[in-house]
């Protein structure tokens, strides 16, 4: 079953290191629709990482930085990057070996979709 | 806050529940309406109260579920303006127990789902498979939900 997000996340997961990405609601933390290799708990991530955006966004907002366009986080064994506009993120789990500067920009470009 | 529980093998289950999903209320009780343990409420009515209709709900939407699905509904979301519930069955062995959970835009349902399934297992690590699914005989019932909540909000 296709959505409106399927061809936005059949690009992405084509990144080479890409291990899973997701459209996640921001405010209630649940996938609307994902592309997720097996072993990744996308439940869990999805949950967490809308949590965790959502309180950067709230967190730069009250230091008066204006919106959080992009929110990327290291790990010793891989990165998440998020983005997002209008209630939904668009989350990206990779390896380290990712391209992050590429994924940016397709991200990024991908949010215009959601306005 | 304080959390407070008339069965001690539900504090460390319940307190992480508690502390990790972020929740601003929550009471685990049996499938007779009895508590458990508890956190947030001010008052044993409150929890009285809470018990009775968490008990009540999840029966009717059980049997609901059996209706529409042909088994139980496993779990109930209400989104309100500020304040969600949510309600759900911790399976136990042969029976059950009943969570149920209020949150705020400080927590979200996804959250709770994740930290719920964690309590679920937590629940069942600790606990002998049909200790408190034990129903409450009728003429017991009120004379073990009392002692209940005397356990935890201290009065006798």
Not at chain 1, 58 to 82: Q, S
């Amino acid at each position: 079953m296709s959505s409106p997000f399927t061809a936005l996340l059949q690009s992405l997961i084509r990144h080479r290191g890409v291990t899973g990405c997701m459209v996640v609601g921001e405010g209630d933390g649940m996938i609307v629709d994902s592309s997720l290799q097996i072993g990744v708990n996308g439940d869990a991530f999805a949950a967490l990482t809308a949590s965790l955006y959502r309180k950067a966004r709230r967190a730069a907002a009250a230091a008066g930085f204006g919106e959080t366009g992009f929110f990327e986080l290291d790990a010793d064994g891989g990165r998440m990057c998020a983005a997002g506009r209008n209630d939904l993120v668009i989350v990206v789990i990779a390896e380290p070996r990712v391209n992050v500067g590429l994924l940016r920009v397709e991200m990024l470009q991908a949010l215009e979709s959601f306005a | 806050m304080k959390l407070s529980v008339a069965e001690n093998w539900v504090e460390a289950p319940l307190k992480q529940f508690v502390d990790e999903a972020r929740v601003q209320l929550a009471v685990l009780l049996n499938p007779s309406g009895q508590v458990l343990g508890q956190f947030g409420f001010a008052s044993s009515v409150d929890v009285m109260t809470a018990c009775a209709l968490a008990a009540a709900t999840t029966a009717s939407s059980g049997e609901l579920g059996r209706l529409v699905d042909g088994r139980p509904f496993a779990g109930l979301h209400y989104a309100g303006k500020v304040r969600q519930i949510f309600l759900g069955q911790v399976p136990m062995g042969a029976g059950t127990l009943i969570l149920l959970t209020v949150f705020d835009e400080e927590s979200s349902l996804g959250l709770v789902q994740v930290f719920f399934a964690e309590l679920c297992v937590a629940l069942a690590g600790v606990v002998q498979p049909d200790a408190p699914t034990t129903p409450a005989l009728a003429e017991d019932f009120e004379r073990e939900l009392n002692r209940n909540l005397s356990v935890m909000f201290g009065r006798s």
